[in-house]
């Protein structure tokens, strides 16, 4: 592996740096604080790193004022972690406690920074969501009924598209990882394993390479399939299956997602120029991908390549999105999507097609935008199908 192991977490400067940006978007939109309370954003603006996201009892907060360093609205179960981050104002509430639960202090808190009548930015578009419960939200409103509330996603998305040096080095590294392990897929899987063996032994070679997690991991076996989001199950691998892996492994709670096809033993005809297509369309992606191409430019450019190689469609409904903390984020590689690309962006590219009824066939890697043309994290696939055996 090269480049070594990154440091986790961050520097003060890079939440710092990060905080500094969204108030001056703030300023721009008239908002006198923004309020999160996802991990994802609240992880973007304070460093806060947990698992305990999984349990969905209690809410958390984080406000964002005009100037300044975050300020958290958290459980007392939370505090001792939040205190480890660079975040220095901390209030806590006995929670749960789902009679006031930490509502009345984030009213306060959100009064005290932006004032009775103040305009607070919540994220409210496409790929957020209100992590706290409607009726909270609801009271929160009514406590605050001079205040607006006003959707501040473009703010949240504007940021955390573009990634920094120190975000891509994790991302990088895990991609370094997972590229290594799916090279060992030769000689870790067999025929007569089943999927549900094939699974488990791949995400534990993840594991033992350095991959903090292996949370997304989806795939399929056989000659031909078309629901590739499935968990396994206890079908035997056969002599001239198809494989598909696809996962999203996680270093640092930053994620890969590109996934590989190969075969067993053999592969016909049919796949095998499938698999030519798509790579050919990833090709044809990276050749245009530069920053002010647009992701529908993108979209278009493996579109062609799909279309001219027979394609009998492409249900997902994209060829790619942006990657980061969340092994899917803003943007959409679409026909319609039209997002400006930048330098820094982490996307992937992702092209797909069904090359026989219920016989999808995609490939996806991983790359930073750069000004003089694409970084690969990953590392690119085989031209031609691999095949085991």
Known sequence: MTGGVPPRGFPDAEFDRRVTAAQVLMDERGIDALLVCTEPEVRYFTGFFTPFWQ??????FVVVPPTGRPIAVVPGIGEETMGETWVEDIRTWPAPRPDDDGITLLSQTLVE?????GRIGLPMGHETHLRMPLSDYDTLRRSLDGAAFVDATSIVRDLRMTKSELEIAKMRHICEIVSCAFEGIPGLLAVGMTEREAFAAF???????????VPYLVGATGPGFSNVIKQPDDRVIERGDLLMFDTG????GYSSDFDRYYAFDEADEAARRAYETVWE?????????????????????????LSQGGSLGNP?????HGLGMQVTEWPSNSQDDGTVITDGMVLTLEPGLTWEPGKMMLHEENVVVRADGPELLSRRAPAEIPIIG
């Open 55 to 60: 349990s969905p009892t209690r809410p958390w």
């Open 113 to 117: 920074v932006a004032g009775r009548m």
């Open 203 to 213: 995400k534990v070679d993840l594991l033992r390479r350095g991959a903090d997690d």
């Open 249 to 252: 492994s996680v270093f640092d």
């Open 281 to 305: 369309a990833t090709e044809a992606g990276l050749s245009v991908l530069r920053p002010g191409t647009t992701t529908s430019d993108l979209w278009a450019a493996m579109a062609e390549v």
């Open 316 to 320: 997902v409904g994209r060829l790619g």
